[in-house]
């Protein structure tokens, strides 16, 4: 069957205008309106420099995963079209393998270390937004939509409903919106849910890794939801220090392939300093966010078993 | 979108928002005090009881010691946020005392120097001694 392939927009590429007029709006909001820059020049300098690299790493490596997922789609059983009703069905599988890519982004420090970019600013706004990993090839996470592929989908409109799931990421990165209506924050990732995936408090480590849809992490039992009480910090559990670009790209990397190649190493203890969650320690029997939420419960222990949180 | 159309975008998109931000931003950090350096450390590492806190004569980084334990750490200001270390064996290159203050050099590639700045010279040397070897 020839299948006429649609000429789909990139459509991240095409939002760069909105991108940037949101984060003007916000920034006025915040001024005007709560009273707080929320803005800060270094911060958002090299947010911007790291959305740019990542688009400038896209350009270089896009062949990359794309003639992986040309590849794979010859070992198709069927051909898929691109009538609307299969683009939806796209999305919402493609949504579901976002949230695997996630959930193992934050739980194995190899594709941690492309991932942590993300993170790593302190602040919390449309400009963190654009902060993305220039190194996201070097993991290997696009094989995780070959599966995709040998379903019978084109990679073009894998791609194509990929980028529309990252552009409805882009608004949920700001502090100006509170909660939304019971019924989206139910079905749709939000502003409200995205703040506690960012935040470093305990009970909101390595939760909510949706991309569109919320549902993954209520099904999975990674769903936290936001608390007054508890408001979000945002940043790393150990924070960097510095706005270069260069050195918030490698820094993971760098740190990984230190403690990997450490003198007196097993093997085994090697790969699980590649492997292994962030923080995991060879020489400690609990390390990383568990230790963390286990040592916030220890001391307060009223908090055991809540969501986010193990029990004592 | 051809490459020249995208790189305008960019650009100008870019120089738009860093402009505003730097008009209209918060740029300005706050100095460091006992109770924000307590405060702020202790979020990080809630077992840490400081019984000594120093504060730079710039505002910018505190040293507290915990006496029950001897273990010291860091709170150092990045922007307008602060970063926390646990200041163990290893954790820094090289300790030189300056005549402004005491140059740490952190084992950390995100984080290469702090220059903490104390111009009391008794206090220099006490806190000099207080850190961990390298």
């Not at chain 1, 683009?87 to 976002?98: P, Q, S």
């Not at chain 1, 220090?241 to 230190?258: C, I, K, Q, S, Y």
């Amino acid at each position: 069957m020839d299948l006429i392939i649609p000429n789909f927009p990139n459509v991240t590429q095409l939002a760069i205008p909105a991108f940037v007029a949101l984060i003007l709006i916000e920034l006025f909001v915040l001024r005007r309106f709560r009273n707080v820059e929320g803005f800060e020049t270094r911060d958002t300098v090299t947010s911007l420099m790291m959305g740019v690299g990542n688009v400038v790493s896209g350009l270089i490596f896009g062949f990359v995963a794309y003639g992986v997922l040309t590849w794979a789609y010859g070992f198709r059983p069927i051909t898929i079209g691109f009538e609307w009703y299969w683009i939806v069905l796209c999305f919402v599988i493609d949504d579901l393998r976002y949230y695997v890519y996630h959930r193992i982004a934050h739980r194995c420090r190899w594709v941690w270390a492309e991932h942590v970019i993300h993170h790593s600013s302190q602040h919390y706004n449309l400009s963190t937004a654009l902060r993305q990993s220039w190194t996201g090839v070097f993991t290997g996470m696009f094989v995780l939509r070959i599966p995709l592929v040998l379903m019978g989908f084109h990679p073009a409109l894998i791609v194509f409903v990929g980028g529309i799931n990252l552009l409805y990421q882009f608004w949920i990165h700001t502090e100006t919106i509170g909660k939304m209506p019971r019924w989206f924050e139910a079905v749709m990732n939000t502003p409200s849910h995205h703040r506690v995936h960012h935040a470093t408090n305990p009970r909101y480590l390595d939760a909510n890794y949706a991309g569109t849809l919320i549902i993954w992490d209520r099904m999975f039992g990674t769903f936290v939801e936001e608390l007054e009480e508890d408001i979000p910090n945002y940043g790393l559990v150990k924070n960097i220090g510095t706005f270069n670009p260069l050195r918030v790209a490698f820094h993971e990397w760098v740190d990984m392939f230190r403690d990997a190649l450490r003198s007196g190493l097993t093997f085994r203890q090697r790969l699980g300093y590649l492997f292994n969650p962030p923080g995991w320690r060879h020489d400690q029997p609990v390390s990383g966010s568990e230790a963390i939420k286990l040592d916030f419960v220890e001391r307060n222990p009223e908090e055991s078993g809540k969501p986010g949180l193990p029990s004592l | 979108m051809p490459l020249s159309v995208l790189a305008l975008f960019v650009v100008l998109g870019v120089s738009a928002v860093v402009v505003s931000v730097y008009v209209f931003g918060d740029n300005a950090g706050r100095k460091l005090d006992e109770n924000t350096a307590r405060k702020r450390f202790t979020r990080d590492f809630p077992g840490f009881d400081p019984q000594t806190i120093v504060i730079s004569d710039d505002g910018y980084d505190a040293l507290l010691v915990s006496d029950n334990d001897s273990r010291s750490g860091l709170v150092h200001r990045i922007g307008k946020n602060y970063l926390t270390r646990l200041l163990e064996r290893g954790s820094l290159r090289k300790m030189e005392l300056t005549g402004q203050g005491i140059d740490l050099y952190v084992n950390d590639f995100t984080l290469q120097k702090i220059s903490f700045s104390l111009a009391d010279e008794n206090l220099r040397k006490q806190v000099f001694g207080t850190l961990p070897s390298e």
